[in-house]
């Protein structure tokens, strides 16, 4: 064991050192480069672009130096805003691109994705874009249509495979469905249809999971050994050269390999795939296998292949929900005679194994469901009872069937699977809405996770162990965590990192309060739904006494539709119009003005701008059709804990920093300031800074965000006055405690990690 351990280290290492030698130096971060290559993913389409992998082959000099270059980037294809992508950005074509590059980098928030060890895993060393400028585009040019290779071979045919499903279906909701089941490729699938997955628990159905690929290779090993053994009509006798055994192992196990390339190779595929590999093999060589031996070489296999896969929930799901199988069955299950019992017996034997493995992991896998995604769903057995059959029996069979087809029939098999995946998601949206649909709780720790996992091996140990069901007393620490909270007296304050935005988090031990809500990401993505709502589930928050969305910017309002819609809010402070649509979607919506001011416990919140004569002057310039900015509207909230002092001004600039000053004289000194304006050179004027006097100063800014914030004199007039400066973009979340002092720290500096490059 120590010397598997050490060896598993030592590999993994390797793995590390050798992807983090192709690093993108930064002296060619945002410079413009030019590349030849071949793109090697299959690309992703949005409303006005393209995502795609791109496999470096050449590069070339720029006025005469040669720039150090990663072998595979992940690019992005913009067009102008409203316009379709001019190009088609097919796998495996050569192309030479002129691209600008940033090092990898992503938002670093507890309990969020960690896309920096995604694009590590996937030896991603570099992302940015195409460069579409009129005098740059003339130079980007496809020079080969395809370059052969088994790689492209396979992402043109998941390609073709994906345009022939969305052609077939235009204007049907669920076709990213069938094209994940197909393909694996699960972009296309709406994210209101995935948290209704999620709370119903079948979102490992709408991926290529080792469900699907186990019977996939059992229905082709089925069909092979039933031909194969009727081959004697044929005069063949076939058998008598290969036993009908050993051609439906080896045919399942090619039938399994074609379906994971195909499927993109994902890991609950992975180990699917290696222990029917196993198996056949075993068969084959004519030794004696045991599940347990095959799981473990599954496992070994995919950690050898990927070190990384291990930080993945993909990886953890799959390997124990089969470990659970085995644990609830292997030593246990009786073999009962089916000679002379009727069809009816048969089926409920079958039904009642069937909904005893159900229940088995879904008792089994509950305290790894709750350390990774801080709920659990309690309808989940009903829905996989219907789901399961459906998907797996006729919604996959019938669409794989289909893409071997030529249309119409494949048409029409691809809407009748369809209309089975329409009904099942009707049926879904129900279970989903009833209020009891998912328990929530906050990201276990350690201790209440062990004693959970304990007490499932003791409810689901064989018959006759004693007390089996005491052991439900040990999943209530697990279930009834309400997380992590501020003490008495306390006050903490975490700046999440949202990109080029401003998210702010204000809890004590009885409230809450989110000041902006971080931006748009994409018309299907925001900060509210990527960031802030898993934030406040990990940490068992599941409503908010206020919301405060200082202007209508969009890196501030962005995700508040998001946050609404999954959590409870009590009140919403904003300078929005009133026919806006956060506006419109508050439970109670109170326009933000100086005067303000409430008190929740020790804790005291002023809102000291905008006055009210602001309103009525924005108004008319805007009925008068003048230009007005909306940094002007900027709520800005000043909240007291005890001796200490936040001050959230959101984006003004010079001109309200001045009038600020005027109104609120000697009431602007505080300890902790929320930069303005991100730090951009209309704000944080020298005369604003002395008024306030802060110890830290909080830049909320995007990694190498196109404003340039913070600008180089900004920072400096901070760090001349002695200001802790603390930035998203380099520090990742930062958290604040105030109790009798205030305690800094950072979400990068918590946790380290060697693909952080810091």
Known sequence: MLAGALFGIVWAALFAQYYL???????????????????????????????????????????????????????????????????????????????????????????????????????????????????????????????????NLIEVLRSRLRERILQALPEHRYAGVLVALAVGDQRAIDQSDWEVFNRTGISHLVAISGLHITMIAGMFAAIMAALWRRSFF???????????????ALSGALAALCYVLLAGFGIPAQRTLYMLLAVALALWSGRITSVSHVLCVALAVVLLVDPWALLWPGFWLSFSAVGVILYTSVGRSQTVAVEGKSLISRFLGVLKMAGATQYAVTIGLLPLTTLLFGRVSLIGPIANALAIPL??????????????????????????????????????????????????????????????LLATLWLLAPRGWPLRW?????????????????????????????GQGMAVLIETADHRLLYDSGP????????????????????????????????????????ALSIMSSVKVNTVYSSLPLEHPIVKAAADHRRCHDGQGWQWGGMKFDMLYPDLDHYPVREAALAASKKHNPNADSCTLKVTHGKHVVLLPGDLETAQERKLIASQAGQLKADVLLVPHHGSGTSSTAAFLAEVDPQIAMFQVGYRNRFRHPQR????????????????????AIMLKFGASITADTYREQRRRYWYGR
């Open 21 to 151: 030698q192709h690093e993108l130096p930064p002296a060619w971060e945002g410079r413009d480069i030019t590349v030849i290559g071949t793109v090697d993913s299959l690309p992703s389409y949005f409303e006005s672009g393209a995502r795609f992998n791109f496999a470096v082959e050449k590069v070339l000099d720029q006025d005469g130096v040669s720039p150090v270059v990663p072998k595979r980037l992940a690019l992005a294809w913009y067009q102008a805003a409203g316009q379709p992508l001019q190009v088609q950005v097919q796998p495996g074509a050569r192309w030479q691109l002129t691209v600008r590059l940033k090092r990898p980098h992503g938002n670093a928030n507890p309990a969020a994705f960690d896309y920096e060890a995604w694009l590590l895993e996937r030896n991603l060393r570099a992302t940015g874009y195409v460069r579409s400028d009129q005098k740059l585009a003339l130079k980007n040019r496809q020079l080969q249509a395809f370059v052969f290779s088994p790689g």
């Open 234 to 248: 044929t005069k063949a006798a076939l058998p008598l050269l290969l036993p009908a055994q050993k051609v439906a």
């Open 391 to 452: 998907v797996g029996l006729m919604v996959t069979p019938l669409t794989l069937f289909a893409s071997v087809l030529p249309a119409p029939l494949s048409t029409w098999l691809w809407r009748g699977a369809h209309a089975l995946i329409e009904q099942l998601a009707a049926f879904l949206n129900w279970l989903s809405a009833l209020p009891f649909a998912v328990w929530q709780a906050a990201l276990p720790q350690p201790w209440t996770f062990a004693l959970a």
């Open 470 to 498: 005491l052991a439900l007393a040990g999943w209530l620490p697990l279930l009834l965590d309400n997380g992590s909270r501020p003490g008495a007296g306390e006050m903490w304050v975490t700046a999440l990192d949202v």
């Open 520 to 559: 748009a990401y994409s018309p299907a993505s925001d900060a509210g739904s990527r960031a802030i709502v898993p934030y406040l589930r990990a940490r068992g928050i599941t409503g908010l006494d206020a919301l405060v969305v200082s202007h209508n910017h969009d890196d501030h309002s962005g995700g």
């Open 713 to 732: 004199q900004v920072l400096e007039r901070y760090q001349a006055l002695g200001i802790e400066t603390l930035r998203n973009d380099h520090d990742g």
